[in-house]
């Protein structure tokens, strides 16, 4: 061990002795950003700098798991992401298939997909599919894994599936128009059932949401973080949680 690395360590160690663990969020969405940028900036390619930011996956959620979060939204691939050219989109999807089944072999954490499978290749949509099954039992941290994701695009499934629930239950216009509430379109989102985010990370510098859990994240705390994703260290991550718990969510009161 370089001295560095020893600097590094004790001063992780003294942020997370000073660390408020009753003021831990319950939920926290990670935007997974920079990964090309950092690959460029080490003389990589794309391909390494996906598969370098999704081996930093597991170590998020060994942190995680040092602490009382209880979900992680991993934000791994946008609906926007399909307009990047093939020869990098399919090697990517490759590396988030190979991430989705460590999760679920790791045996630890409760996989569940966010996104539209209708836009995945059939590939793809079957290892979802199969990790989900898989982990259903599992008591640990729920893993949602974004993959086909648009905040926007969610909102318009939701609204598409209350739509059809109630077409099929026989229900008027003018009697859905009356009972339709946030509740009601929150519980046809894709998250249905599980706290909104606390805080939403984003790594890489960028200070913009991009359309992640726009529905969501209206009452969210926000944490952008410098470094590309990477390079994102457990000493990062536990800033973000110091910062966290040093603010005082109103809610608008």
Same mark, same amino acid.
């Given at each position: 061990m370089n001295l560095r690395d020893l600097v590094y360590r004790l001063y992780a160690r003294r942020v997370e002795g000073r660390l408020d663990h009753d003021q831990v969020p319950k939920h926290i969405g990670v935007i997974l950003d !920079?990964?090309?940028?950092? +690959?460029?900036?080490?003389? !990589?390619? +794309?391909?390494q700098g996906h598969q370098a930011g999704a081996s930093?996956?597991?170590?998020?959620?060994?942190?995680?798991?040092?602490?009382?979060?209880?979900?992680?939204?991993?934000?791994?691939?946008?609906?926007?992401? /399909?307009?990047? $050219?093939?020869?990098?989109? !399919? $090697?990517?999807l490759g590396i988030?298939?190979?991430?989705?089944?460590?999760?679920?072999?790791?045996?630890?954490?409760?996989?569940?997909?966010?996104?539209?499978l209708d836009l995945l290749p059939a590939r793809t949509q079957t290892v979802l599919k199969e990790a989900e099954q898989a982990t259903l039992g599992n008591k640990g941290i729920l893993v949602n894994v974004a993959v086909g994701y648009g905040g926007r695009q969610e909102i318009a499934d939701a609204v598409r599936s209350l739509l059809l629930d109630h077409a099929s239950k026989g229900t008027s216009f003018e009697e859905l128009a009356e009972i339709v509430d946030t509740d009601l379109i929150s519980s046809h989102l894709y998250t249905r059932g599980q706290p909104d985010p606390d805080l939403v990370i984003r790594?890489? !510098?960028?200070?913009?949401?991009?359309? /992640?859990?726009?529905?969501?994240?209206?009452?969210?705390?926000?944490? /952008?973080?410098e470094v590309f994703w990477p390079a994102f260290r457990k000493v990062d991550f536990l800033r973000a949680l110091r910062d966290y718990a040093a603010r005082h969510r109103r809610y608008g009161t």
């Amino acid at each position: 061990m370089n001295l560095r690395d020893l600097v590094y360590r004790l001063y992780a160690r003294r942020v997370e002795g000073r660390l408020d663990h009753d003021q831990v969020p319950k939920h926290i969405g990670v935007i997974l950003d !920079g990964n090309r940028r950092w +690959a460029k900036a080490s003389g !990589g390619t +794309a391909e390494q700098g996906h598969q370098a930011g999704a081996s930093k996956i597991l170590e998020l959620l060994g942190w995680c798991s040092e602490t009382d979060v209880q979900v992680v939204t991993l934000w791994m691939l946008s609906t926007d992401n /399909f307009d990047r $050219p093939e020869n990098e989109l !399919g $090697p990517l999807l490759g590396i988030i298939e190979n991430t989705v089944r460590q999760l679920a072999a790791d045996g630890r954490w409760q996989v569940h997909h966010v996104g539209t499978l209708d836009l995945l290749p059939a590939r793809t949509q079957t290892v979802l599919k199969e990790a989900e099954q898989a982990t259903l039992g599992n008591k640990g941290i729920l893993v949602n894994v974004a993959v086909g994701y648009g905040g926007r695009q969610e909102i318009a499934d939701a609204v598409r599936s209350l739509l059809l629930d109630h077409a099929s239950k026989g229900t008027s216009f003018e009697e859905l128009a009356e009972i339709v509430d946030t509740d009601l379109i929150s519980s046809h989102l894709y998250t249905r059932g599980q706290p909104d985010p606390d805080l939403v990370i984003r790594t890489s !510098g960028e200070q913009r949401l991009s359309g /992640f859990m726009l529905w969501q994240s209206a009452h969210s705390e926000y944490y /952008f973080c410098e470094v590309f994703w990477p390079a994102f260290r457990k000493v990062d991550f536990l800033r973000a949680l110091r910062d966290y718990a040093a603010r005082h969510r109103r809610y608008g009161t």
